[in-house]
């Protein structure tokens, strides 16, 4: 009798794994971590082999389904990947249960739950005074209401993939606190890119409250004129520009010079020599060709490839009488020329001087 229970709970034990392994060919298949909050939610999976399927993100209240979201996804055998949504729909209620199920074609591998609370809930113990992503990085204001530890990460989304993250670990909330990243790779121009601060807030008792923030930028080239190293005289002008984006920015100096008495507008350009990213400086020298004796209102502008200006700067210049080329024997040289040639070897050695230093 007893040999017969045994026999009977093994046939059970046996047939329980084998109905498993058909009706789910890919056990080895784990969500390794979920989470949410009224913003945004992520899911991390891992698989013993490769797999491509979908995961589907939904948000329930009592029951009801307020919204979801079908997510694609290709992973490699053994290596974790992770997916994230941005909720669109506000709040309503107090609590609600946010769903992750994960699918091969239409069969259901593995789901899990996390229940999301919103208002008062779920308030940290700080503000968040200013989130704002930009073309060169991410800065992030926290104002605390009351002492607090928090790990801080930073990341970038293209669309529902992770593609940078820096976390900050152990950051002190006694009073505001700055966080600033900067992008360490280039970023494509008119790309919208979508930011996640995820913050955790240490408590003592207790696993950490998790609270998330999104926000957007549309990438684009941004340089900036140095208003203290713009030189300008009656034989030319030297401008030194710098990036402030991640988007390369591959563009011209362009100078106006409009004759005070006449009204006449003469249009200098000079290529930018560097393609300049964020902190990166070049400086283009730009020599007046006809510009006659007078007083001129000389705009200095920045110019990109699609002939978008992204900086100015104005001055006014008076070019005097006896600046005026003169006619002199073959045999002389006229200031004009060795201005010229002082100008080149100024500049020349002001590229040499910062090539050093760098």
Excluded: C
Excluded at 71 to 95: C, H, L, M, R, S
Excluded at 126 to 134: G, L, M, R
Excluded at 320 to 329: D, I, L, Q
């Amino acid at each position: 009798m007893y040999l017969n229970n045994i026999k009977s709970v093994l046939k059970a034990i046996f047939l329980a794994a084998f109905v498993s392994a058909f009706i789910n060919p890919a056990a080895g298949l784990e969500i390794v971590d979920f989470f949410s909050d009224f913003t945004s939610s992520d899911v991390t999976i891992n698989s013993s082999q490769a797999l491509q399927g979908r995961a589907v993100f939904e948000l329930f209240n009592e029951g009801n389904l307020v919204e979801s979201h079908d997510v694609p996804f290709n992973i490699k055998a053994g290596e974790p990947a992770t997916k994230v949504i941005v909720w669109q729909k506000k709040p309503q209620q107090d609590y609600y249960t946010a769903k992750v199920s994960i699918f091969d074609d239409s069969k259901l591998l593995d789901s899990k739950t996390y229940q999301v609370s919103y208002g008062t809930v779920s308030l940290p113990g700080f503000h968040v005074v200013d989130f704002s992503p930009s073309n060169s990085g991410a800065q992030l204001l926290l104002r605390p209401f009351s002492p607090s530890v928090a790990d801080i990460k930073i990341e970038m989304l293209d669309n529902n993939d992770i593609v940078y993250t820096e976390t900050r670990k152990d950051v002190s909330l006694l009073m505001n606190a700055e966080i600033k990243t900067t992008w360490p790779f280039l970023l494509t121009n008119d790309k919208e890119y979508t930011v996640r601060a995820k913050i955790f807030t240490h408590r003592l008792y207790a696993s950490p409250l998790i609270n998330t923030y999104i926000a957007y930028f549309t990438a684009a080239d941004d340089v900036e004129i140095l208003r203290d190293d713009v030189e300008v005289d009656e034989y030319g002008a030297s401008v030194t520009i710098r990036g402030k984006s991640r988007v390369p920015f591959d563009g011209s100096i362009v100078v106006n010079a409009r004759n005070r008495a006449t009204g006449e507008i003469q249009t200098f350009n000079q290529r930018v020599e560097e393609i300049l990213v964020s902190g990166k400086e070049d400086t283009a020298g730009v020599v007046w060709g006809g510009l006659a004796p007078g007083t001129y209102y000389i705009e200095i502008l920045a110019v990109n490839q699609d002939n978008k200006t992204l900086d100015r700067y104005e001055t006014i210049l008076r070019i005097p009488e006896y600046a005026s080329a003169t006619e002199t024997p073959p045999a002389k040289s006229t200031p004009g020329f060795i201005a010229l040639i002082s100008i080149l070897m100024v500049l020349a050695a002001s590229r040499w001087l910062k090539r050093k230093g760098g």
